[in-house]
């Protein structure tokens, strides 16, 4: 939810109206609009260049990941794993839409180092695969746009670390 919407529900729950402080937090947040919009949009409209230039940075890194034996080791688990690194693309601009990581946990942290775990996926490896992620996205952005993106990329990165 935005934070629009925290507002409104966390004051009727209490019943009343929106302190001084939270409408000042709507309109800092509405100011944002645009710039959350266009980053959303370039992160969107860039996922296969983002995901691909990440992945081969990962791969350089970590050859042993699509060596033999390795987790991204043959056609359909590499294909796996950019599914992934697409869908973590996803969710980083959920949050940024909604100025929020509440998405972000809500959506896709909840139980994934388990899952991941029992999957046999390494999850220093994920952690690495973020990191590259949020290399290529942040160079694709203005040096401010890039600024209020990070945040959302570390806020993955401290959480499945």
Do not use: H
Request: proline content about 4%; aromatic content about 8%.
């Amino acid at each position: 939810m935005s934070i629009v919407s925290n507002v409104i529900l966390k004051a009727d729950d209490e019943l009343r109206y929106p302190s001084s402080g939270e409408l000042k937090n709507i309109k800092d947040f509405l100011q944002t609009g645009e710039q959350r919009m266009r980053i959303a949009s370039t992160l969107a409209e860039n996922e296969k260049k983002i995901v691909q230039q990440a992945s081969k940075q990962l791969w350089q890194k970590r050859p042993d990941f699509i060596a033999p034996g390795g987790n991204a080791y043959g056609e359909r688990q590499r294909a796996l794993c950019l599914r992934d690194y697409g869908w973590y693309l996803r969710l980083i601009t959920y949050g940024v839409l909604s100025g929020d990581k509440g998405p972000i946990e809500k959506i896709g942290l909840i139980g994934v180092r388990e899952m991941y775990n029992s999957l046999g996926v390494p999850v220093p490896g994920m952690v690495e695969s973020i990191r590259c992620l949020k290399e290529a996205s942040l160079g694709l952005l203005s040096s401010e746009d890039a600024a209020e993106a990070a945040p959302y990329f570390d806020y993955i990165i401290q959480t499945m670390s």
